[in-house]
């Protein structure tokens, strides 16, 4: 489909992303910045990924980490942690989970807000929203620069924004609506275009927002470099709209597309390739219950095979920090099989 003319923020009609319209306008004052490394995350099992039982695929391109002895009862900061390393997080408990979760979002908004004057979200949708309630109470509601925000979809379902099957409305009703980002900031893909135009207008846009600034490119791999990644995984290992021995994990010259046969309803989708996916800064992967247990087995366990490799598996990022957080009941079928 022919891009329109029409400017990315102009307020005529245009066949681009369409931003929320509901979402207040409010622009926080600038908030004192620390200039000491910030508090640890909540107390957590870290557990390093050692090469010895981190997957080959997740190993690519990173630094050998710290031997499985080398747990900490504390995770490192997010903002201060180094580049091309893999984490796991065990929490006792989800409550748990989204305080930390909320520190380690609020911890790296600052440092890009700092360095580049704009701070790139992911959402994805499933669970993960309800994770990150805690950013909408004190301190974070007050403290974060919501100004600098700009949120994205890894994925997106292409039904209108106020079915109960979008993303977008999940976003909006769990988080977007109870803080102050600016709602030009706020980038939906456009509901009244099919899949393929969805997808298509969405990469458009994108470029867009490369060619500006506002996003950053990665110096590795030439794709969108987003800041910050927040993901959930499906039971079966899918991430994003990209699912199990389905053609679109191998799409390599888009950066959105989309899928008209999902084996999860709704069927028409849009989604990132991996190939943006893996050229992220940070990735956090929420992963909580034992329904999922059996893909992170898979995933994180020592047994690997390269003929079979969940999305989750194929997730890699060329020059990034990916951290796993997840609970008790998401990691019980790793004892004896990993080193947790």
């Known amino acids: 489909m022919a891009a329109s ?8 009609p245009t066949n681009r992303l369409r931003h929320c319209p509901q979402l207040p306008v409010s622009r926080l004052p600038e908030i004192p910045r620390v200039a000491s490394p910030c508090e640890t995350l909540a107390p957590a099992t870290r557990i390093s990924l050692s090469a010895a039982t981190a997957p080959t695929h997740l190993r690519s391109h990173r630094r050998p ?3 499985p002895s080398a747990m900490a009862s504390k995770a490192t900061s997010a903002a201060t942690a180094a580049s091309g390393k ?7 408990r989800e409550e748990v989970l989204s305080v930390s979760l909320a520190k380690y979002t609020a911890e ?5 807000v700092r360095e580049r ?14 994770s990150l309630r805690k950013l909408t109470e004190s301190p974070y509601l007050e403290s974060v620069d919501w100004a600098k925000w700009h949120v994205f979809w890894v994925d997106e379902r292409v039904v209108p ?4 099957d979008s993303n977008y409305k999940l976003a909006f009703d769990g988080f977007l609506s109870k803080v102050s980002i600016p709602p030009g900031q706020v980038y939906a893909i456009n509901d009244a275009l099919s899949a393929e135009g969805a997808a298509e207008d969405y990469e458009t846009a994108l470029k867009h927002l490369v060619n500006v600034g506002v996003v950053a490119v990665s110096s590795v791999t030439g794709y969108p470099r987003f800041d910050l990644m927040l993901l959930g995984m499906g ?5 994003a709209s990209l699912f199990p021995g389905h053609p679109l994990l191998h799409v390599t010259e888009k950066w959105v597309t989309f899928i008209k046969d999902s084996p999860k309803p709704p069927p028409e989708r849009i989604t990132f390739t991996l190939p943006v996916i893996n050229s992220s800064a940070y990735i956090a992967m929420v992963v909580t219950g034992a329904g999922k247990a059996g893909a992170v087995c898979k995933a994180l366990g020592s047994e690997k095979s390269a003929s079979d490799l969940l999305p989750v598996e194929m997730a890699s990022l060329e020059d990034g920090e990916f951290t796993w957080f997840t609970d008790k009941a998401a990691v019980s079928m790793l004892q004896g099989k990993a080193s947790v």
């Open 235 to 239: 039971p079966d290992g899918h991430i």
């Open 108 to 112: 790296l908004s600052e440092k890009f």
């Open 161 to 164: 924004k106020d079915h109960e």
């Open 65 to 67: 980490t710290s031997p």
């Open 117 to 130: 004057g704009a701070f790139t979200v992911v959402l994805s949708g499933g669970s993960l929203i309800m």
């Open 5 to 12: 003319a029409v400017p990315l923020f102009s307020t005529a």
């Open 86 to 92: 893999q984490g796991l997080l065990v929490f006792d």
